[in-house]
């Protein structure tokens, strides 16, 4: 046994040092690959969140860094010191929070037609659009009925986040791939929802 | 072109990769049933005349969160358990449309009304398609024997499919059952399954989108044949499509429409149906299929009745994203990691299976002009 193993280390030797031709490249090909998965996943262990939220939500400002949500696959991080305590004390309208949670939405409906999105990333922003909109109904819920907003669309709302979370729940292997009949969905609930602001904005006006 | 064979191998790897830890853990499962039930005085319950059993079944399916897919290995290891046909398929029906994360969803995304409709119809109908089923389907008999995978898997005895009581200890019995449920059950559902998929994923691939939205928007009686055949031939996760669902219902669909695609959809899938006619019989297998897409349609049009015109679901948003939650919780996630290796050991019984249906061919065709001594031949 150990004349076996004494035997093999000389011969691993070889290959590590460039005697053999073939096991060298390997070596370094392997070595290479685990390093960038490493780093990979080091990388994409931070939360992100997409700047489409961020605009006056102070629920969103601890701390967190927020990545620039774009459909062309390009992301830019910064940190988000502008919302801070001043931020919060100038909280939006319910209408102008639903506004900011319909652009988080219709980022997230185009990263899930990508097909190359990360599914962690997608999973922790569809977690923030459900918390924000959670966060929205119940200080909704203590305004006087008359500037409450309306259910139907809260409703479509909810019905928005579970469907984003379906969406999340959809992997090939480490992205987001969306089967048809869900980004038909997706794409139908998004416009419903975009059609009922656009409503409400103009009755109100 | 290229979009379609996308949309077909995204569809591929999403059924394989979604059902292959259930797959695999209801092989285990399985084969452990197989080597102790026949010997337990559980199989006496299961087969005990009346109702009770029936019940039973339907009960005990309605609490697990396994989905068409991954019940198949159970529900056949059950039959050549030697269980009942009744009890067998009316656990096999109502294993995938209830269990308690999809009624939560229901009721937080659906309405009061139709999650009512949906849990009644759950246990109704897979009670009377065991029904049906055992008065009119195939018994565990000959044909079924023919294809059983330890009598053509090149193993040198055709011994019976119902294991008789072993005297070993209980370190052997379980290797014995686990070895029946991976090497022996495993290769043949994983190829017939393959093959299910398969289709289902061209069904995905070459379906337009569109066709499937507009007909599931209509109340008429062809619609709702559409929604029960398109629904029982897909692949469909009660969870993860009441979203879909209600996103319909929002839009103006028909809540019976809504019902007949999600029983019939989580009821059964290609996959599903080729496995069982290959293994359990082709006349219960189209029993099976007729009754869950005929019961399904049926309920739809009282569901339609009852609830139209002017039926929309109205609740309370906040209420409903909390049980939205809660269903979420109940439904137990599998990690990437675990995953794919189901995935692998998936796709390795399936390649096994194939390699030993093509074996089985050729040496079926070499010893066709000969006398043939192996047991397949009849």
Redesign the interface.
Same mark, same amino acid.
């Given at each position: 046994m150990s004349s076996r193993i004494k035997g093999s280390q000389p011969r691993f030797r070889q290959y590590i040092e460039g005697e053999n031709d073939l096991y060298p490249h390997l070596f370094r090909l392997v070595g290479t690959c685990t390093l960038g998965t490493l780093v990979n996943l080091a990388a994409s262990a931070v939360p992100v969140l997409p700047v489409d939220a961020r605009a006056s939500n102070p629920a969103i400002a601890d701390n967190i860094p927020i990545r620039a949500v774009s459909t062309k696959g390009e992301a830019s991080t910064r940190n988000a010191e502008h919302m801070d305590g001043s931020a919060a004390t100038q909280a939006p309208g319910g209408l102008q929070r639903l506004e900011e949670l319909n652009l988080l939405s219709a980022a997230l409906v185009e990263k899930a037609g990508l097909g190359s999105t990360p599914a962690h990333e997608f999973r922790i922003e569809a977690r923030m659009y459900r918390e924000l909109l959670r966060q929205t109904m119940l200080n909704n819920r203590a305004q006087s009925t008359s500037d409450q907003l309306p259910q139907h669309l809260l409703l479509d709302m909810v019905r928005m986040s579970a469907l984003l979370h379906s969406a999340a729940d959809c992997k090939t292997g480490f992205v987001i791939t969306c089967p048809a009949d869900l980004m038909l969905q997706l794409k139908s609930q998004q416009s419903r929802v975009t059609q009922g602001l656009k409503m409400i904005q103009m009755m109100r006006e | 072109m290229s979009v379609a064979w996308q949309?077909f191998a995204?569809?591929v790897?999403?059924i394989v990769?979604e059902s292959a830890f259930w797959v695999i853990a209801s092989l285990v499962v399985g084969g452990l049933v197989h080597e102790f039930l026949p010997s337990s005085r559980f199989r006496e319950l299961l087969n005990r005349k009346g109702q009770g059993a029936m019940l039973g079944a339907i009960l005990f399916g309605a609490i697990l969160p396994i989905c068409s897919c991954g019940v198949i290995p159970l529900a056949i290891s059950l039959y050549r358990s030697g269980v009942r046909l009744g009890p067998v398929m009316a656990f096999a029906a109502a294993t995938p449309i209830i269990n308690p994360a999809a009624v939560i969803?229901s009721l937080? $995304?659906l309405g009061p009304q139709i999650t009512l409709a949906y849990v009644t119809l759950g246990l109704v109908l897979p009670y009377c398609l065991g029904l049906i089923v055992e008065r009119w389907g195939t018994p565990l008999s000959a044909e079924s024997v023919a294809e059983t995978p330890d009598c053509c898997s090149g193993t040198p005895v055709c011994e019976s499919t119902v294991t008789p009581a072993s005297s070993a200890g209980l370190v052997s019995r379980i290797a014995a059952g686990l070895r029946w449920g991976i090497a022996d059950l495993g290769p043949t559902i994983a190829f017939y399954m393959t093959l299910g998929v398969l289709l289902a994923g061209l069904i995905?691939a070459f379906l337009p989108?569109?066709w499937?939205?507009s007909y599931l928007r209509e109340s008429t009686g062809t619609a709702l044949l559409a929604a029960g055949v398109f629904g029982a031939s897909i692949y469909v996760c009660a969870v993860?499509?009441?979203? $879909?669902v209600?996103?319909?219902l929002?839009?103006g669909a028909a809540p019976g429409i809504s019902i007949v695609f999600l029983v019939t959809g989580t009821a059964t899938n290609l996959p599903e149906l080729v496995a069982l006619y290959n293994t359990i019989g082709r006349r219960t297998v189209v029993m099976y299929a007729a009754s869950l897409i005929v019961g399904a349609m049926l309920a739809g049009v009282i569901v339609n009745a009852w609830l139209l015109p002017g039926f929309e679901?109205?609740?309370d948003?906040?209420r409903?994203?909390d049980l939205?939650?809660a269903g979420?919780r109940l439904q137990p996630?599998i990690g990437?990691v675990l995953s794919?290796v189901s995935t692998a050991g998936l796709v390795a019984l399936a390649g096994f299976g194939t390699w030993r249906w093509v074996a089985l061919r050729i040496r079926r065709r070499s010893t066709a002009g000969g006398s043939d001594d192996s047991c397949c031949s009849g």
């Open positions: - | 949309q995204t569809t790897w999403q990769s969803m937080a $995304l995905a989108p569109a499937v939205d993860a499509h009441i979203p $879909l209600a996103s319909l929002a839009t679901p109205v609740f948003p906040v409903s994203l939205v939650d979420e996630t990437n794919l």
